[in-house]
């Protein structure tokens, strides 16, 4: 909100009496109100915009008839998913075109609880990129699982009602919305009281318990895998969030459901997005693109990803090229491929040709450092002793992160204990809790995954992120996963009790340190050698796979430190088919 005195000098600026401080000359831009491209000048003032139309300014900067777009929002984002920090999302996004994002921290709060949370808050403030982040409704995610925290209606109380907070994030747990769940309910009274808005997340959700959930004032979803799905949610009043990321991609499903008549109520995100996706396909400058592939106009695709998302989340200060608005401008080439050559954020020169400009400070990570507390870790706790050889498996299935449920006849040694058998692709899979010293592993028996040596051990486990392992032997799993708590979380590659291939990930287990391209290298590196030296399949991502092999919420069978899960009748289950 500007003071008094700067509004004062906003009007004169946009009643022509004063000269702006910047004037962007000869633009197109397009206007998201009307479905036009206007041909005008820019007029800026304490990074806001005081007008469109002829202006003089201190500063004039010709365009010749660049394009110009609102800042983007991705309306969905989990900032710990691109492995990095707040601090580095911000210089792998804005040069995309991306202003603003509505993250949700809930794989860190998992971790840390309201520290975690700070942590992401005072390292927001040390990027251009203005990340506003609601709180996790979900932690831990299920009661199936140990997490490193619990956040209770009591104990978010106080940040809901910081300005800091946006509002409610998305709530997972749609049958305890559904049935009146007590503890739910004070979730959900909590954000109401404060005026906050909530997010959804309800696949395959209709009919009466639609209805239950949207009049509980829940207000987007995200997990739509049809039209018909999408159609029916936007006829309840929801905003439906059309998701391109690096593990699950709905957008190109559910464009077709976009029409005249509901594009008011569409926006996009990306969910998860890794800097391999990032460099190689951009971020919502690739939704946009798409989006226009698939026929929308782009007109509505540049809505969809500015004044929707901005008046879905009360942003009343974006959305638009317009008078009064926040200086976030994205400057693309043209309104089919969508190429960024220069973005402004709050009327500054933020990025040109893929640059991220403002030198990278950043905020002290030592709060959200040294998370792997594991007890009496050995290769005794891999051992899988087995009454029969006729095994359930945890089934990968290609191209998603839903698994079937599957059986097998395997191997058992003299003391009935599992026996690896390089002609069946059936492996250990192991998770060990990382929290709070429970002492706790579960281990179960994956199929799909390819691997034909060693081992592959990560601290990135949705949603509670205990330690995930698998294998061909318990000495190399063992190796890993001792190696991993030595180096506080992040990716380890061993085979033969030597390491292949690491990356230490110190903000919570879950991000590096590093910059964007340094990540992206060694996760490339990791990946390389997961497939050449260790065997994983070559149509399976060795990393994002394992990431939810323990998320005991996406049917069909999971694994938590607690057992192995059956996700469609909501037990745990023995191994023994």
């Not at 400058?285 to 009360?314: I, K, W």
């Not at 180096?487 to 919570?508: D, S």
Request: hydrophobic letters at 40%; one cysteine or more.
């Amino acid at each position: 909100m500007p003071e008094e005195k700067n509004l004062k000098k906003l009007i004169d600026i946009a009643a022509g009496r004063q000269k702006a401080e910047l004037v962007l000359r000869n633009c197109r831009i397009v206007d998201v109100y009307s479905a036009k491209l206007l041909c005008a000048d820019i007029a800026i003032s304490d990074g806001m915009i005081a007008g469109i139309g002829s202006y003089k300014g201190l500063d004039e900067k010709e365009m010749d008839g660049a394009i110009v777009l609102p800042g983007l929002i991705d309306s969905h984002i989990h900032i710990e998913s691109s492995c990095v920090s707040p601090e580095e999302i911000g210089a792998l996004l804005v040069p995309h075109g991306t202003s603003t994002i509505i993250a949700d921290p809930h794989e860190i709060v998992n971790v840390c609880g309201l520290t975690g949370l700070e942590y992401m808050l005072k390292a927001a403030e040390k990027t251009k990129l203005d990340i506003k982040y609601v709180m996790p409704s979900c932690v831990p995610a299920t009661p199936f699982e140990h997490a490193g925290a619990e956040i209770t209606a009591a104990v978010m109380a106080e940040a809901m009602a910081s300005k800091r907070i946006l509002g409610l994030g998305e709530f997972m747990n749609f049958p305890g919305v559904i049935n009146n769940d007590k503890a739910v309910l004070a979730k959900l009274m909590t954000a109401k009281q404060n005026g906050k808005i909530i997010d959804g997340h309800a696949p395959g959700l209709s009919g009466y318990g639609l209805n239950a959930y949207v009049a509980a004032g829940i207000s987007t979803d995200h997990e739509c895998s049809t039209v018909e799905e999408m159609q029916q949610k936007i006829e309840r009043g929801m905003y439906i969030m059309l998701r391109s990321g690096s593990a699950c991609n709905d957008l190109q499903k559910l464009v077709k459901g976009v029409r005249s008549d509901n594009e008011r109520r569409c926006l996009l995100c990306s969910d998860d997005r890794q800097p391999k996706t990032i460099f190689a396909k951009g971020h919502l400058e690739d939704h946009l693109r798409r989006c226009v592939q698939a026929g929308l106009s782009p007109f509505t695709a540049v809505r969809m990803a500015s004044l929707n998302a901005a008046e879905c989340y009360g942003l009343s200060d974006r959305g638009a090229v317009a008078p009064g608005k926040r200086a976030d401008l994205t400057i693309v080439d043209d309104l089919e491929h969508f190429n960024v050559s220069q973005v402004y954020i709050g009327g500054i020169l933020t990025a040109v040709n893929g640059k991220y400009l403002p030198k990278i400070e950043k905020y002290p990570i030592d709060s959200v450092a040294g998370s792997c507390h594991v007890k009496d870790f050995s290769a005794q706790k891999l051992i899988l002793h087995l009454r029969s050889n006729y095994v359930k498996t945890i089934d990968i299935l290609p191209g998603g992160v839903v698994t079937a449920k599957g059986t097998a006849k395997v191997n058992l040694d003299k003391n009935g204990n599992f026996l690896y058998s390089p002609a069946l692709d059936v492996v250990k899979i192991a998770v060990i809790e990382r929290h709070k010293n429970t002492g706790n592993a579960a281990v179960a028996l994956l199929r799909n995954y390819g691997i034909k040596q060693g081992a592959i051990a990560i601290s990135i486990a949705h949603d509670s992120h205990n330690i995930i392992v698998v294998g061909t032997n318990d000495t190399d799993m063992e190796y890993a996963v001792k190696k991993l708590i030595g180096q506080q979380g992040g990716m380890l590659l061993a085979c033969g009790q030597k390491t292949l291939a690491a990356m230490a990930m110190p903000i919570a287990g879950i991000m590096s340190d590093k910059d964007g391209e340094w990540v992206n290298e060694r996760l490339t590196q990791i990946h390389e050698i997961a497939h050449k030296k260790l065997g994983v399949s070559n149509d399976v991502d060795p990393i994002m796979t394992l990431c939810f092999m323990s998320l005991p919420v996406i049917p069909e069978l999971k694994l938590t430190d607690m057992g192995l899960f059956d996700v469609t009748k909501f037990a745990f289950t023995s191994v023994e088919a």
